[in-house]
């Protein structure tokens, strides 16, 4: 049988109609400013994110870490809940390339207030690094998919404002907040200095991330794209995809919240399971494991020797990720599997006991 892969919506695999799309594709070379397929994608992303202008970049990682070098100076300090992709998971990229020290907020499930900016904000001084730049998180992966409310980004952004900071938001799955809250992406992105966005997630395409602004933030932004070695050919390839998931693949992103509930909902009344199906709220449920059944990993382990791919976040946690290479019947296979794997655990656990 085929796997059940949750391991992340990363894994998906593009569609005939998309590899049609790629196929077809206008190219030139855009480093030279040419291709004309990636210039659409940059006025259409622009336009969907209601800002003036766009940047087509070939990672997430990138898309964040041009927004903080184009705002940034070395020895600026920007502010950040301790769960999010750009502190967690970009090798240490905002000392590195940019010189900027990171501070953290702790808040429940990565979604932080005004009140927690006001408290990172330093004096300015001689003796403190500037604080310049704040960065939400939406949706919130490590927080379990846990999706921001139009106000609550835009208190912040009051607070922003108030310290004359920069706002960014890590977009990476914002059609999916955007699914789970019914609005449209400038509904969120109207509070917001800047933006980036992934379409190599639950879009759907091989590769790439878009990055919006103001214009002269995008000509820096373009400026280090460059430096970090992120400039392209013949990218329209590429960009073909994910305008072809602009047009596809977004309405569908409701079934993965549908299944990513139905999963949660049927995983949470297993014996060893912690979890609230009503925190899943998008495309990732993250659930605790009780002990009984041993350790994240040995628990995912023994899935995957069934067919169902997961990765454990945690010595006690795991995370489970829909997208759409998974369809409702891989989800009740996955489901199946989880209820057998619980009440043998549980019961090898009661006999040694
Ligand atoms: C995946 C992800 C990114 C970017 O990841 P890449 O693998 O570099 O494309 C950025 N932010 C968040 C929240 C993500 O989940």
Partial sequence: MTPVDLRSDTVTRPTPGMRQAIAAAEVGDDVLGDDPTVIRLQERAAELLGKPAALYVPSGTMANQVAIRSVCEHGDELIIDETTHAYHYETGAPAALSGVSVRIIRSPRGIFTASDVDACVRPRSAHFANSRLVIVENTNNRGGGAVWSVDQVAAVRRAADGHDLHLHLDGARLMNACTARNVK?????????????????????????????????????????????????????????????????????????????????????????????????????????????????????????????????????????????????????????????????????????
Wanted: with cysteine; charged share 25%.
């Fill in 185 to 353: 992406p400038a509904a969120y992105t109207q509070h917001v200095h800047s933006v980036s966005m992934c379409f190599s997630k639950g879009l759907g395409a091989p590769v790439g991330s878009i990055v919006a602004g103001e214009r002269a933030f995008i000509e820096r932004a373009h400026r280090f794209r460059k430096m970090f070695g992120g400039a392209m050919r013949q990218s329209g390839l590429l960009a073909a995809a994910a305008l072809y998931a602009l047009d596809h693949h977004v309405d569908r992103l409701r079934e993965d919240h549908d299944n990513a509930r139905h999963f949660a909902e049927a995983i949470s009344e297993l014996p060893g399971i912690i979890l609230n199906p009503a925190d899943v709220e998008s495309n990732i449920c993250i659930f605790r494991i009780d002990p009984a059944l041993g350790t994240a990993d040995e628990f995912t382990q023994r899935l995957r020797e069934r067919g169902v791919w997961m990765f454990s976040t945690g010595a006690d946690r795991a995370r489970a990720v829909t997208h759409l290479d998974v369809s409702r019947q891989q989800i009740d296979q996955a489901i199946r599997v989880f209820r057998d794997v619980c009440n043998t655990s549980i019961r090898a656990a009661a006999a040694a006991s």
